[in-house]
């Protein structure tokens, strides 16, 4: 089992600010997708961004140029900044790392975060 721990999220009001961060252990072989999705009460899981080993990201239409999804791979860590914050933003959000491999020699296994409550309210 590969723990990920998310931090960052919080209350905010509209037009705010968060930062929130997503650490894989230091030890993780590779991982393939990390991304962020959220789940507001009532509603499906959505994503909101990922970004790929080489980098590329890609967007929830709801979210594009607010948020900012980035990785630091050497401390295998995905952040999202998130601004001009709304309320419809609220949610509890989820990092996910995808085709992590342990070591080399390791299968591929998708994993979740515990969730971070974001609350944008006034």
């Known amino acids: 089992q590969v723990q990920l721990v998310e931090s960052g999220g919080g209350l905010v009001q509209p037009g705010g600010s968060l930062r929130l961060s997503c650490a894989a252990p230091g030890s993780i072989f590779s991982i393939g997708i990390m991304g962020w999705y959220r789940q507001a009460p009532g509603k499906q899981r959505e994503l909101v961004a990922a970004i790929t080993d080489d980098g590329s990201a890609n967007y929830a239409d709801s979210v594009r140029g607010r948020f900012t999804i980035s990785r630091d791979y050497a401390k295998n860590t995905v952040y999202l900044q998130m601004n001009s914050l709304k309320p419809e933003d609220t949610a509890a959000y989820y990092c996910?790392?995808?085709?992590?491999?342990?070591?080399?020699?390791?299968?591929?296994?998708?994993?979740w975060g515990q969730g971070t409550q974001v609350t944008v309210s006034s």
């Open positions: 996910k790392a995808e085709n992590v491999k342990k070591t080399y020699y390791s299968a591929r296994f998708d994993y």
